[in-house]
């Protein structure tokens, strides 16, 4: 089992917050950043959300789920679609966005993924520690929408993607299973794991990282544990998927937090793997 000391922190951010960032500090920083709440319209509305928060609801970036199975661009919304609501919600690249939700943080995670991978520089996107529910315990928030002025948002091919496309993950499952160098990870629950999986793959349900009491990822010799037992751990080449993207999104950030660097995101996940007939696993781990 490797030793705690291969785990390190990411630098903080230019402006002074890493990239998971807790109430307080962000409670601070408020005028500072532009802070995106990423629920349905009607709970930014009719329940409130932080001061200055603009509205991006999950749906506006995400792709339509009839859309074909084998699409390369997986669930992202396409670079114009996206670009647009960056421009309309009045974000510009050099801003610092601190994205939120009301699910321990998932939904949020997935918009500041879709951000990286549309060249916004990842230093400069957050996540909130916990959620609107654990945020209004302890801080304001509002039902004032903020006045907006659109911006010339525009999307920029990064200088490297974590993106990795179906042919890439098979020989990654060949790797994982050649040598200890590679580790593919399921962040589903146990029960879809057993019904099918990518060989080979461990089990890692992105809920586990989350502290149910406080909303948010748990404490950092916590995190490490569980990853290190699991062989999760940042000297090895990390494949992350899921059903639809979602949930790898989340697990994605949190070890982008720790200080993982060979991180591969498998956008198309199970949804493009059974599709195209690719090899299931079925059972739990102790059955391979």
Request: hydrophobic share 40%; aromatic share 8%; glycine share 8%.
């Amino acid at each position: 089992m490797a030793g705690k000391d291969i785990f390190k922190r990411v630098a903080p951010a230019p402006s002074g917050m890493d990239i998971v960032v807790s109430a307080d500090v962000l409670a601070d920083r408020l005028d500072e950043v532009r802070v995106v709440d990423v629920r349905d319209a009607w709970e930014f509305d009719a329940m409130g959300h932080l001061p200055g928060a603009v509205n991006i609801p999950f749906d506006a970036f995400r792709a339509d789920a009839e859309q074909d199975a084998d699409s390369e661009q997986g669930m992202l919304p396409g670079g114009d679609v996206f670009a647009d609501l960056m421009r309309e919600a009045g974000i510009s690249r050099e801003d610092h966005v601190v994205a939120y939700d009301d699910h321990h943080g998932v939904f949020a995670a997935r918009l500041l993924v879709t951000a990286e991978l549309y060249g916004h520089p990842f230093e400069r996107l957050h996540l909130l520690d916990g959620d609107f529910s654990s945020w209004r315990l302890e801080h304001e928030t509002t039902d004032e929408t903020p006045a907006v002025e659109p911006t010339d948002y525009e999307i920029r091919e990064p200088e490297s993607t974590p993106l990795v496309g179906i042919d890439e993950v098979a020989s990654a499952v060949d790797a994982a299973a050649a040598d200890g160098g590679t580790v593919i990870v399921d962040t589903r629950e146990d029960w879809e794991y057993e019904e099918g999986h990518l060989p080979g793959a461990v089990r890692l349900d992105w809920r586990e990282l989350v502290d149910d009491e406080t909303r948010g990822i748990k404490p950092g010799d916590e995190l490490e544990a569980i990853l290190d037992e699991r062989g999760i751990t940042p000297d090895r080449r990390v494949v992350l998927y899921c059903n639809t993207a979602r949930r790898i999104s989340h697990t994605y950030v949190v070890l982008r937090h720790l200080g993982y660097e060979n991180l591969a995101f498998y956008e198309g996940s199970l949804t493009e793997w059974e599709a195209a007939g690719r090899e299931l696993a079925t059972g739990s781990e102790s059955e391979e």
